[in-house]
């Protein structure tokens, strides 16, 4: 008797398990996780670019300020 109850208990915690797993796998989850995803890799992307272009237009001032470039009486 306790060996049939031990069966069944586990045949259901199994079928539970299995049946949170397919639901997780519905497209409408599907296309909300992959939406998520895909928003956040796309602000991931904003923020490099975004600290990137600061970080070069820093440089080419120092530049520039280094080499006199902005001077106009330099320019020949």
């Known amino acids: 008797m306790i060996r049939r109850l031990f069966y069944l208990s586990l045949g259901a915690l199994l079928t539970f398990w299995v049946m949170r ?4 796998l519905h497209p409408d989850h599907v296309a909300r996780r992959t939406a ?3 928003a956040g890799m796309l602000r ?3 923020e490099f ?4 272009l600061g970080e070069a237009a ?6 520039r300020a280094r080499f006199a470039l902005d001077n106009p009486e330099d320019k020949r």
Do not use: K, N, Y
């Open 58 to 63: 820093e440089r080419e001032t120092e530049l």
């Open 21 to 24: 797993r397919l639901q997780a």
């Open 49 to 52: 670019t975004s600290d990137a």
């Open 44 to 46: 991931r992307v904003r």
């Open 36 to 38: 998520d995803g895909a």
